[in-house]
């Protein structure tokens, strides 16, 4: 018995697929593109991956998002959403591929100022990536229909205007590299999503702006801020 009703289990639809995916823990990989690595003022290197985590609550399928309160620099992070049907620890690059269930398209939604200012701080991130519906996401295709994606177009426009482009095959660390890192790190497993990183071409968002998230397998994904 629970002292109140728990809340539901983030999930994502599945396209063609009546079920959905449950949302356990959501990796988000940092500057796996070596083209927005240098627009933050870095150089990117081969080193191990570095990552954060959002709430599952964040994942959001809604058309419509409140813009986020509290920042004067919201951007955008168009990213390849991986989605785990299996897991374990220190996983190999064969096992890391065959737990990959599927692929989506999703938005690193990103408070910049408060993430920087935290980060020079030497202060923890959350504040600038964890907020109500930070990760908007499209719905889950399943492997069996994408096969393994390495390559192909990611963009984002914005009211029509592209302002993100790259390809998948930029990526520093590709989805089965991404998965064996982490399982070296901490148990994976079912449900786990996996945002990828983002290429080039961040930039602010405004009340009102439409943004839609293109993907190579995947298809797109569109969400309006509200203001
Ligand atoms: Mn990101």
Same mark, same amino acid.
């Given at each position: 018995m629970y002292l109140f009703e728990p809340s539901a289990r983030p999930a994502l639809t599945i396209a063609g697929d009546e079920r959905m995916f449950p949302i356990r823990q959501v990796y988000c990989i940092g500057r796996n593109y070596a083209d927005h690595a240098a627009e933050m003022g870095f150089e990117a290197t081969p080193e191990s991956p570095f990552y954060f985590l959002k709430p599952a609550e964040c994942v959001t399928q809604k058309a419509v998002v409140p =813009?986020?309160? #509290? *920042? $004067?620099k919201l951007q955008h992070e168009v990213e390849l959403v991986v989605a785990l049907k299996s897991g374990g620890r220190g996983l190999t690059p064969e096992q890391a591929q065959a737990a990959i269930a599927g692929y989506a398209v999703g938005l690193d939604l990103t408070r910049r100022d408060l993430q920087i200012k935290n980060r020079d701080q030497g202060r923890p991130w959350e504040i600038g990536k964890? =907020? %109500? %519906?930070a990760a908007p996401c499209s719905a889950l295709h399943l492997v069996e229909d994408? #096969?393994?994606? *390495?390559?192909g177009s990611i963009e984002l426009l914005i009211n029509g205007e592209t302002r993100q482009q790259g390809d998948l095959? $930029?990526?520093?660390?590709?989805p089965a590299a991404l998965i064996c890192y982490l399982s070296t790190l901490q148990t994976l497993h079912a449900g786990d999503l996996i945002f990828t990183g983002t290429p080039a071409g961040v930039s602010d968002l405004q009340p009102g702006d439409r943004l839609t998230a293109k993907c190579a397998g995947v298809g797109e994904m569109s969400v309006t801020l509200s203001d």
């Open positions: =813009f986020a309160v #509290g *920042t $004067q964890v =907020f %109500d %519906d994408t #096969g393994y994606l *390495t390559e095959n $930029q990526m520093i660390h590709d």
